[in-house]
């Protein structure tokens, strides 16, 4: 048999290896941390568990699509729980929008904040539609690995105005400054900015309104652990608690792979669902390729990195749905001051994440589990000590929960830690702290992404959310299916 060697079990090098060994490639998957999932990590604290992230299950056919591979079932393993409504979208006066895929409530929600709008709305699911056919279902999973592949995408792109950004088009569907919120916020979940983010992710509209929004009973963590639990029945090995130190080269091949506790394997090819600059500036320390490379991504435009502050509270709050956006008093400004101008701002929107509200196996009887995330500037951009800023930003945020909704919150708190862009470098090798890799520009995407297979290293290959299609769980699994498939040519 051959031997496939992935580095770091996220999504993506789970649904790969899950693809691999499916198809009879002997494949073993090595992570630094003691659990898997890399983003999509988890902590039990006072019977509570928090997911690290992320908590928005959208398309799931392209998960279950993992376990047909085998004729087996997701259900064996992971119980996915629709979500309703998707979110509840909240401003600074007290307004809110429900925001689902019940068309006729959502049509009554869109006469009530934005009268007059409805039919711009039915334009602009027209152009999701539109985007999604081209840019998902035909393009999500293939790779692009010559320029070539896209000039042939080009004319879809042009067509669809691929160069104005998601907010720019919403704009001119509808004129509700809440409803183009509303409709342009999506972005922001893979770690891009609404007002320059390609037009192009309008997709994600269709993608939800088609597939729903889901959970998985138990938490995300639940999910990840479900897909390890399939790759360990159909005889794939995991090394947990092992970072991968080096991809050794000869010429232009992968050749091994060492880690810190000094284990080290050969290999026929080798996957990396780290850090995309992790990969190659550390990883591949040793080849040029690596240090060439590094370079090059240096000049890159990275995402932002997020401050999460995970909270458990006395008590029930059935008026909290499951997912919560509550927007500052600014949206435009409040972007810049995060993706352009690097500062922290004074104010800022909250996504408010909630998950005992659809599942109480997430909290003990008679208490909550929240967390509450906030997009910040990454290290390259915000250079501040988070040790000292960090708790007064938690503060303020649990301030800003308590004047929304929560009036006694400080005095219901059980437990609570934050998360910081510090960590996403430490826990996770995270470029300067970002939290969602490459900024999913127009100029970074599809083949001005990281590669699928490496241009120098035939037998390198990469997967989630620093290549094509990008971040979110159907971007990195479709990067899986894109990589895979070049993988099982080359080894089957």
């Not at 959208?58 to 087996?72: I, K, N």
């Not at 010559?146 to 509808?174: C, E, N, T």
């Not at 240090?291 to 990195?305: D, G, I």
Request: aromatic share 10%.
């Amino acid at each position: 048999m051959k031997r496939a060697c992935i580095i770091g079990a996220g999504f993506g090098g789970l649904a790969l290896a899950i693809r691999l060994q499916s198809a009879g490639i002997a494949t073993t998957i090595v992570e630094a941390r003691d659990k898997l999932g890399g983003r999509a990590y988890m902590w039990e604290r006072e019977g509570h568990t928090f997911d690290a992230g992320p908590t928005v299950i959208t398309d799931p056919a392209c998960l279950r699509e993992l376990w047909a591979l085998t004729g087996q079932d997701i259900a064996q393993d992971v119980d996915l729980m629709p979500v309703m409504p998707f979110y509840r979208l909240q401003w600074t006066d007290g307004s809110h929008f429900d925001y689902s895929n019940d068309e006729a409530h959502l049509r009554a929600e869109i006469n009530r904040v934005a009268p007059g709008d409805l039919p711009g709305y039915l334009d602009f699911l027209d152009f999701a539609a539109q985007v999604y056919e081209e840019g998902y279902v035909k393009l999500g999973h293939v790779p692009f690995l010559d320029f070539g592949s896209m000039i042939k995408a080009a004319p879809a792109l042009m067509k669809h105005q691929a160069w104005r950004s998601v907010y720019s088009r919403v704009a001119g569907f509808v004129k509700s400054e809440k409803l183009r919120q509303a409709l342009s916020f999506h972005t922001l979940l893979v770690g891009g900015n609404p007002m320059a983010t390609s037009s192009i992710y309008a997709l994600i509209h269709k993608l939800e309104k088609d597939g729903g929004v889901w959970w998985a009973r138990g938490g995300t963590n639940r999910l990840v652990a479900g897909m390890g639990a399939l790759f360990q029945r159909l005889g794939g090995e995991i090394r947990l608690g092992d970072p991968a130190l080096r991809i050794h080269t000869v010429g232009n091949r992968a050749t091994e792979v060492e880690t810190k506790s000094g284990w080290r394997e050969r290999f026929d090819a080798v996957a990396s669902n780290g850090d995309l600059m992790h990969t190659y500036r550390d990883l591949l320390a040793d080849s040029p390729r690596g240090a060439s490379y590094a370079a090059k991504l240096a000049r890159k435009s990275w995402s932002p990195s997020l401050f999460v502050v995970h909270f458990a509270l006395e008590g029930k709050f059935p008026q909290i749905p499951h997912h919560m956006i509550l927007f500052g008093p600014r949206y435009k400004g409040l972007l810049e001051d995060i993706y352009d101008h690097g500062v922290l701002p004074r104010d800022f929107s909250i996504y408010l994440h909630h998950p005992s509200a659809s599942d109480p196996s997430m909290a003990p009887e008679g208490k909550s589990t929240f967390y509450a995330l906030v997009p910040v500037a990454h290290r390259g951009k915000l250079a501040v000590d988070w040790n000292e800023v960090g708790p007064l930003l938690e503060k303020r945020i649990l301030d800003e929960v308590a004047l929304r909704l929560i009036p006694d919150i400080h005095d219901r708190i059980v437990t609570k830690f934050s998360y910081m862009p510090t960590d996403f470098e430490t826990d996770l090798s995270a470029y300067m702290g970002s939290a969602f890799s490459l900024e999913p520009l127009l100029t970074q995407s599809a083949w001005f992404r990281g590669h699928n297979r490496d241009d120098v290293i035939p037998n390198l290959y990469l997967v989630g959310a620093g290549t094509h299609p990008g971040a979110g769980i159907p971007g990195v699994v479709g990067s899986a299916k894109a990589t895979a498939g070049l993988m099982i040519e080359q080894l089957a």
